[in-house]
């Protein structure tokens, strides 16, 4: 048996380097040339890269969202020049890791100690002392694969510590444990069409569950009067939309409300950062675009600092940039507090997951027409609930309370008075 | 569709079947290539994809003994049709020595093949259309009955070189057929932004030709427009603008992500209609591509591409030195 | 031996071409029946018919290159830009086809065509009827430049140029039409293109130039003080790439160029 090498490809002329963001592969799959091993983006092109030999993925070098020069290693394949050879390789590889230790004298080891950005990540996530693992890659490297092993086999090599910090350690471990349980229970029967989750799909998966894990959320909802806003937002809306190009949204007026009343409550606008809480100066608010199968975070920067015209042209643009795949890094960076429309869904009620690491977000529900009671007699009025999320760990009921029936203060005092500019 | 349409056409079983061989083959090297390029193999594609249809059914209706062809980038299906082999096009591809188009000094695409009659092109586009007027008016000087046949992308037909090129051959009556593959996109410029009129073909009539809009996903179509355009031709009619009306269905080159610029779905709904499909259903229509015959099929073109592909990995690039050569007659 | 001016030795080499070869063929803006604004192609209408003379529509770019492609079949054409200075629309077909059909396509095709342009000053021709415009051209691989300085360069360097399987581009000084004079023999004969005429063989003072301006340089060289006894001429109807190979044959001191212009006389002092 031969190993072989698949590095970078050139993707592109003037290319230099690629990201890989999802592998499509892992050690021990059986891949036939040309088969796509993973997927790489770069600077001109996002492509699926295929193997260049029929064998076994050996061991994959390069980390998801790791980005490596052209030509620098991504992964070693075991081609088949000996099927037999290919065959062992599978049964050493499924020995578990104690086994391994008879025979680590026996080989180069140089590569143990290093370790990719993923394994070191998941190993601090998961509380795993690398030094007491056995790697079975390239002189001992430790890999993904023999983490998640362990993860699964849920014998932990974990750092000695004192009894107070193995209790932190243990509930840290816990939803690690029920994510790999529920791994196993998981198979698709006959009729299911199972989708690879890569790419986007992935880093979403990602985010939510690093943020639904790691904040205390709680929950807290108002019911805001717009009647006025809505009377006002009709009226103005066709003039504006010709005059400046792009419509006047409700959102944007929520937004505005938002960022106001964010100056005023600035606890909102915070940053869990464990020994301490960052309060950010800058209002900067991020809103969810969706796009196919795709969930785009976009920033409207210093939002205090801008009208309510402003604003609706930041979401416009932005959410023009998100269909278009025009978006770059620095239109997702630096949000403070997420504002999410809700509403544009039909929803009512929802409560939303924490844009990791800011403090809260605000769900927008539906605009809705409804009988309500106004000085003792019922009124149809247009009526909103504003769902906020808020990390218990930063915020209590009693601020965002406060808040709340801020923005609600704010939005019902909206009307022909209020200036667009 | 039936039976009755390529044999009223005058195409045999066995004739419409290679047309679609050598669709199958051009799509199934391109596609090939861009696996090549992804694993890091071959610097760059410019893919013939959705317009094999447009140029295998025209390169079959001429004289592929006689006739010159100045193709464009794209042209792996006209090429194919008139000799150039899997193994040579792989040989540009990998930029190796035995290139017969360029001995590795183009780009993949950069099609030139004298002992075929495809005259060489380069990069700058457009430049090909006189080089196709003025082989046409060789043949009209030495009295010959051959044609040259020219094809560029509607994009190009916005270049001087086109506009100039069509107005010399329309005054001198030359023999010389343009087709325009209308692919909808200049890179990332749609049609509609690219061209005026309603048509590329409108534009022939200010070069006193006819001008002829057909369905490039139909090879039976197109040969029946360039079928005509030759006689003309070889009749002393004089010269033929026909746009043949398909889809670009990969982005533009190996180095473009055409997701910035149009929509998945408009990809998806003409994929629907992607000539190797719609080709396909109309041959077993009438029963030519039997199972049996497509199976047979796609393990000969399959071996074909594999094979190609081994040999021009595995040749040897051109020595460095040889970089030096042929700037003038040696 | 016939004495000629210097347009009447290019007509004659151009129909002694065509005599000679039946692939000869001359295309450009009225050159047919009017024989040229300049004349140059007098007579050979008449002579050869419209098919062998051809009148194009008014479009460079096309004269370019419907006759690389005719080139490209195996056919000698001879295309006239009417005047160097509107030689620009068709720079991209010199340029980026002409000049490099041979190198791209690994020596499979070539373009044996000559393109003539009249060009140079002194004939009240202002702005855009006086331009030299052989400095673009001079740094381009694949193209081969000739300048002929005399009657008799001018039909045995023409001759040259048609009967060479690189394209070749024949730049004939307006003002050298009809002002210079020389004898210029009856019988076929041809110049090789790339060798330097030395006029006057010295040490002190080295002279480069081409064209007309070699006879500038003549001028010149009769006022200098009698001291100055020695001078050596070089008249350049040629490549500019050889003049370096040239130069290091003579292995003399340059001291001074004269009416030379920038690119070229970059090319030229690379080697010193």
């Not at chain 1, 100066?281 to 795709?294: C, F």
């Not at chain 2, 037909?157 to 010399?168: A, K, P």
């Not at chain 2, 190609?308 to 690039?317: F, K, L, M, R, V």
């Not at chain 3, 192609?41 to 050869?48: A, H, I, N, S, V």
Request: glycine content about 6%; some cysteine; charged content about 25%.
């Amino acid at each position: 048996m031969a190993q072989e090498k698949i590095n970078m490809p050139q993707l592109g002329e003037s290319v230099t380097e690629g990201t890989i963001s999802s592998w499509l592969v892992a050690p021990g799959d059986k891949v036939n040339k040309y088969d796509p091993i993973a997927e790489v983006m770069t600077d001109k092109v996002n492509a699926e890269v295929p193997s260049s030999f029929t064998g076994t993925i050996k061991e994959l070098v390069a980390d998801e969202g790791q980005t490596i020069e052209v030509g620098e290693l991504m992964c070693y394949i075991d081609t088949e020049e000996s099927q037999s050879g290919a065959a062992n390789e599978e049964t050493s590889e499924k020995a578990d890791y104690e086994a391994s230790e008879e025979v680590k004298s026996e080989t180069d080891r140089s590569m143990k100690k290093r370790y990719s950005p993923a394994v070191l990540r998941m190993a601090q996530e998961n509380d795993i002392d690398l030094s007491q693992i056995e790697g079975s890659g390239r002189q001992g490297r430790i890999t993904r694969k023999d983490i998640e092993k362990i993860i699964k086999s849920n014998n932990l090599p974990q750092e000695s510590t004192t009894s107070s910090e193995v209790t932190v350690n243990q509930s840290k471990t816990e939803p690690s444990k029920m994510k790999s349980e529920q791994n196993q229970s998981v198979s698709s029967s006959a009729g299911d069409i199972e989708i690879p989750v890569t790419g986007v799909r992935k880093v979403i998966a990602q985010n939510m569950v690093r943020s639904k894990q790691e904040i205390p959320h709680a929950w807290m909802t108002v019911e805001v009067d717009v009647t006025d806003l809505v009377t006002y937002r009709n009226k103005v809306k066709n003039d504006f939309k010709q005059k400046e190009g792009f419509s006047l949204t409700f959102f944007a007026f929520f937004v505005k409300a938002v960022a106001q009343a964010l100056k005023e409550y600035p606890q909102l606008n915070s940053t869990w950062a464990e020994d301490k809480i960052i309060q950010r100066k800058d209002i900067n608010l991020s809103i969810a675009v969706a796009k196919d199968q795709e969930l785009f975070v976009p920033v409207i920067k210093h939002a205090d600092e801008k009208s309510i015209k402003g604003i609706a042209r930041d979401i416009y643009e932005l959410a023009m940039k998100a269909r278009s795949n025009k978006l770059t890094s620095s239109d997702m960076q630096g949000g403070t507090f997420t504002v999410n429309n809700t509403g544009s869904f039909g929803s009512i009620h929802s409560m939303g997951v924490i844009n990791h690491p800011q403090a809260a977000i605000l769900q927008v529900e539906s605009i809705v027409k409804r009988p309500v009671i106004v000085n003792d007699m019922f009124a149809a009025r247009d009526m909103v609930n504003l769902s906020l999320s808020l990390d218990h760990r930063i915020l209590d009921g009693l601020v965002c309370g406060q808040f709340l029936a801020r923005v609600k203060e704010i939005l019902e005092n909206m009307n022909s008075s209020t200036s667009l500019y | 569709m039936s039976k009755e349409r390529h044999e009223a056409l005058g195409l045999s079983d066995d004739q419409v079947l290679e047309m679609f061989k050598t669709m199958l083959l051009a799509r199934k090297l391109d596609e090939r290539m861009w696996l090549l390029n992804r694993a890091g193999k071959i610097p760059f594609v410019i893919s013939c994809q959705g317009q094999e249809a447009a140029q295998v059914g025209a390169s079959f209706a001429l004289d592929r003994d006689k006739d010159y062809v100045a193709p464009y980038y794209r042209d792996m299906g006209v090429v194919l049709a008139f000799g150039m082999t899997a193994t040579e096009l792989m040989l540009s591809g990998f930029a190796k020595a035995e290139d017969p188009n360029s001995g590795g000094r183009q780009m993949p695409g950069h099609f030139g093949q004298k002992k075929n009659r495809i005259l060489t092109g380069s990069s700058p586009v457009t430049t090909q259309v006189p080089h196709a007027v003025g082989v046409a008016l060789a043949a009209k000087m030495e009295k010959k009955d051959f044609v040259s046949f020219v094809t560029l992308g509607e994009g190009s037909s916005n270049q001087g070189d086109f506009h100039e090129g069509l107005n010399f051959a329309g005054v001198h009556k030359l023999p010389v057929i343009t087709m325009v593959e209308n692919n909808k996109y200049a890179i990332s410029v749609p049609i509609e932004k690219q061209i005026a009129s309603k048509n590329v073909s409108d534009r022939a009539q200010g070069y006193g030709m006819p001008g002829i809009t057909v369905d490039g996903n139909d090879p039976l179509a197109v040969y029946e427009a360039v079928k005509d355009a030759r006689e003309r031709a070889i009749n002393g009619e004089g010269p033929t603008l026909i746009e043949a009306v398909s889809y670009r269905l990969t982005a533009h080159s190996s180095d473009d992500d055409d997701r910035q610029y149009r929509e998945s779905d408009e990809v998806e709904e003409a994929k629907q209609k992607d000539s190797i499909i719609t080709f396909a259903a109309y041959l077993k229509e009438v029963g030519i591509l039997t199972e049996e015959v497509e199976k047979e099929l796609n393990q000969e073109i399959g071996s074909i591409v594999n094979e190609a592909t081994d040999y021009a990995e595995n040749a040897p690039y051109a020595d460095p030195e040889d970089a030096l050569k042929y700037v003038y007659e040696e | 031996m016939p004495v000629m001016s210097y347009i009447q030795a290019v007509t004659t080499a151009l129909k002694e071409e065509m005599k000679r070869d039946e692939k000869v063929f001359i295309l450009g803006e009225d050159v047919g029946k009017k024989g040229g604004v300049f004349r140059a192609t007098d007579g050979l209408y008449d002579e050869f018919g419209e098919a062998r003379v051809l009148d194009t529509p008014l479009a460079e770019s096309a004269i370019a290159g419907v006759g690389i492609g005719a080139a490209m079949y195996g056919m000698r054409p001879v295309a006239e830009m009417q005047f160097a200075d509107f030689i620009m629309p068709a720079v991209n077909q010199i340029i980026s086809e002409a000049a490099k059909i041979r190198y791209r396509s690994n020596n499979d095709w070539n373009v044996p065509i000559t393109i003539r342009a009249p060009y140079g000053g002194g004939v009240h021709g202002a702005l855009y009827h006086s331009q030299s415009v052989e400095a673009i051209f001079a740094n381009q691989p694949g193209l081969k430049i000739v300048m002929p300085s005399t009657p008799y360069d001018a039909k045995g360097l023409l001759k040259a140029a048609i009967r060479d399987n690189d394209p070749v581009l024949f730049f004939e000084h307006k003002r050298a039409y009809r002002l210079l004079k020389g004898e210029v023999p009856e019988e076929d004969y041809v110049l090789p293109i790339g060798k330097a005429d030395v006029k006057r063989e010295g040490t002190d003072i080295t002279v480069i130039t081409y064209g007309l301006s070699v006879h500038f340089a003549l001028q010149l060289l009769k006022s200098l003080p009698k001291k100055v006894s020695t001078l050596i001429f070089w008249t350049l109807e040629l490549s500019t790439h050889l003049i370096r190979q040239q130069l290091l044959k003579l292995r003399k001191r340059l001291v001074k160029y004269y009416w030379l212009q920038k690119i070229i006389k970059k090319e030229v002092s690379l080697e010193k």
